[in-house]
């Protein structure tokens, strides 16, 4: 593993732990040559899995982006971060069980929305207002009767 910080190739593992729901395992490493310290983590992943965008552009999936956009959503809702860190988990491991290795953005968006349902109302409607690009008030009208909240 290559420090972050000055690039050295051989840096040491000093401590290793599996992660809360043991999908992961972190790492604390050490520098030799620099000595900063940093934690990486080490995943399991069963196949290699290509975003087929709307306009047909391919790109490899990046769980990363994937959590970020949950976080964005999730933003100030009291869900706590090891909740989030599962929603994660369960959409990856949803998208590896399903065989595929090319998976249309669609499928993508429609397991987010469809967890961030039954986790968070205000979280799914802000994912569904960018996701399904909304543009006017009745878009959220729309939605909000999909949850089946009251309207006015």
Same mark, same amino acid.
């Given at each position: 593993m290559h420090c972050p910080f000055c690039g050295h190739d051989d840096t040491q593992v000093?401590? @290793? *732990? &599996?992660?809360e729901d043991g999908s992961a395992i972190r790492r604390r490493r050490f520098c030799p040559a620099c000595s900063q310290r940093f934690t990486t983590?080490? #995943?399991?992943?069963?196949?290699?899995?290509?975003?087929?965008?709307? !306009?047909?552009? #391919?790109?490899?999936? !990046? #769980?990363?982006?994937?959590a970020r956009s949950i976080r964005i959503a999730l933003r100030k809702r009291p869900v706590e971060?090891? *909740?989030?860190?599962?929603?994660?988990?369960?959409?990856? #491991?949803?998208? %590896?069980? @399903?065989?595929? @290795?090319? +998976? &249309? @953005?669609?499928?993508?968006?429609?397991?987010?929305? %469809?967890?961030?349902?039954? +986790? !968070?109302?205000?979280a799914y409607v802000r994912f569904a207002s960018v996701y399904r690009d909304f543009r006017e008030a009745s878009d959220f009208q729309a939605v909000l009767g999909e949850l089946g909240g009251p309207q006015r």
């Open positions: 000093k401590d @290793s *732990r &599996p992660s983590v080490e #995943r399991v992943q069963l196949r290699e899995i290509t975003v087929v965008k709307s !306009d047909g552009r #391919r790109q490899l999936f !990046d #769980r990363d982006k994937l971060e090891e *909740r989030i860190e599962r929603i994660v988990n369960g959409i990856v #491991r949803q998208l %590896e069980a @399903s065989g595929e @290795s090319d +998976v &249309p @953005s669609k499928q993508i968006g429609e397991l987010v929305m %469809e967890t961030l349902k039954t +986790v !968070d109302a205000v």
